[in-house]
């Protein structure tokens, strides 16, 4: 990492440097970055294929089940618990978006109403949890 | 001055950032490895690895050496494209994470408006690639392991986006930068003791480690979603989940320890230093606490973390607003 801060001579601006530029150029390196992984993983896949042995049989394609001869495919249905643990996820997902733009500007509203609010809506929110409580669906 | 004049083209910075962004991941895949199997090796009263280098510290070398020499097998059965695909989708969120870590007061990749919510929503699509993953692999146990995974995976996001959302109303900001700049006087862990935490816990159940490792339970289910995977695959899913045990870590630094601030040390040092200290703490958890079942993991976090960081959250926001 010495090297890595050697590269910034102090005469620089670096706030400018890194923090400014446009949003274009700031969304270009999560461009860049996705493309780089791509690149990564092709090649550390790729490389293996050139060194690796290649060992013979048939037995070393079929599916690991501890030595057992799979019976037929995993393509089969699941605990439905996992779709209602998901429709409560949804609903308290939305609900923590909503709450971020609150979040932003929390501290300069006056007066307890916006706090007030807040706690009904959240009250909502939690009323729907202890119905899915009530209902069993946290019995497994 | 050369130098300069590269440094503030589009080019330069790309090159500079990509090459010290893929340092500090290539340096954290072995460290975080090797500390891991150390720290374990120690806490069992074992020594680990110690064969190659001083302490076994390139062991992870010679690992990523022997599993690059392996075959890359794609058993029968297996759905090729998906299969194929899971390990990108594992992998590209771990690297865009590193581009809004602030290391220092002058590196940073790019600092976003919205920085906070860039890493969370990102961190989310690895759960896609590890259900991909385990669908695709056409095995019970792969199968079984994916669905876990989604379920504690978006089941914990709740409490940890409920935690840091006590930053947000202190700072008014989602820039990581002002985050960590507003602590230069006190770190958010004092008056933010609770929310911490809960982010530690929901980061570790993030990252499916032990206790919340249900999703791999190596005794049950073999190795969950990559039982099927091999060779450099594999080691991607696994370079992944060690990437992503740094990231997690490097965030709680940057939301509750004061990110680089403090005091004789330059702040990349002061960074590292406390990065680690998290991750010091993960893998401790991780040899300390046996597994936990499914249940119990589900109803910790909906009737236990999620309602306690709502019931924070309330009360910060009416603390701030008798003062």
């Not at chain 2, 032990?210 to 370079?239: C, K, N, Q």
């Amino acid at each position: 990492m010495q090297i890595f801060i050697c590269y910034y001579p102090n005469g620089l601006s670096l706030n400018t440097l890194i923090l400014g530029g446009s949003v274009l150029e700031s969304y270009a390196y999560v461009f860049l970055f996705s493309i780089i992984s791509i690149v990564f993983v092709t090649i550390v896949t790729i490389v293996p294929r050139i060194l690796s042995p290649k060992a013979i049989g048939e037995k070393k394609l079929t599916t690991y089940e501890c030595g057992e001869e799979p019976i037929g495919d995993a393509w089969i249905q699941f605990n439905v618990r996992y779709y209602l643990v998901a429709l409560l996820f949804v609903a308290f997902d939305v609900e923590v978006f909503f709450l971020i733009p609150w979040a932003m500007v929390y501290k300069n509203l006056q007066g307890i109403i916006f706090w007030l609010e807040v706690f009904l809506f959240l009250v909502i929110l939690v009323l729907a949890l202890a119905y899915a409580w009530a209902k069993g669906v946290f019995e497994w | 001055m050369e130098l300069t004049s590269l440094l503030n083209t589009f080019l330069g910075k790309v090159i500079i950032s990509v090459a010290g962004v893929m340092v500090v991941f290539t340096f954290n895949a072995l460290i975080a490895v090797w500390l891991e199997r150390k720290i374990s090796g120690h806490i069992q009263l074992r020594l680990g690895p110690m064969e190659v280098g001083p302490h076994g510290l390139l062991q992870s070398a010679a690992d990523g050496l022997k599993l690059i020499c392996k075959e890359i097998i794609t058993p029968q059965g297996v759905d090729k494209k998906l299969f194929g695909v899971a390990p990108y989708m594992v992998f590209f969120p771990s690297l865009l994470m590193f581009i809004v870590i602030p290391f220092s007061d002058r590196l940073q990749v790019q600092d976003l408006n919205i920085g906070l919510l860039y890493f969370f929503s990102i961190s989310c699509i690895a759960t896609i690639g590890i259900f991909m993953a385990g669908w695709a692999s056409n095995n019970k146990y792969s199968l079984m392991g994916a669905v876990r995974s989604i379920a504690q995976s978006i089941a914990y996001e709740i409490p940890i986006i409920l935690s840091i959302l006590n930053i947000v109303v202190l700072t008014q900001s989602l820039k990581l930068s002002e985050i960590v700049k507003a602590q230069s006087n006190m770190w958010f862990i004092i008056p933010q003791f609770v929310p911490f935490i809960i982010y530690l816990i929901s980061a570790i159940a993030e990252l499916n480690r032990t206790p919340f490792d249900i999703p791999e339970a190596e005794s049950e289910l073999v190795a969950g979603f990559h039982t099927e995977y091999s060779g450099m695959r594999f080691a991607i899913f696994f370079m992944a989940e060690y990437t992503n045990m740094f990231l997690v870590s490097a965030m709680a630094t940057t939301l509750f320890l004061g990110g680089w601030n403090g005091p004789l040390l330059p702040p990349i040092v002061w960074f590292f230093i406390k990065t680690y200290a998290i991750v010091f703490i993960i893998i401790w958890v991780r040899w300390t606490f046996p597994r936990l079942r499914p249940d119990q993991l589900m109803n910790f976090c909906w009737k236990f973390l999620t309602p306690l960081a709502l019931i924070n959250l309330l009360v910060t926001t009416f603390i701030l607003k008798l003062f």
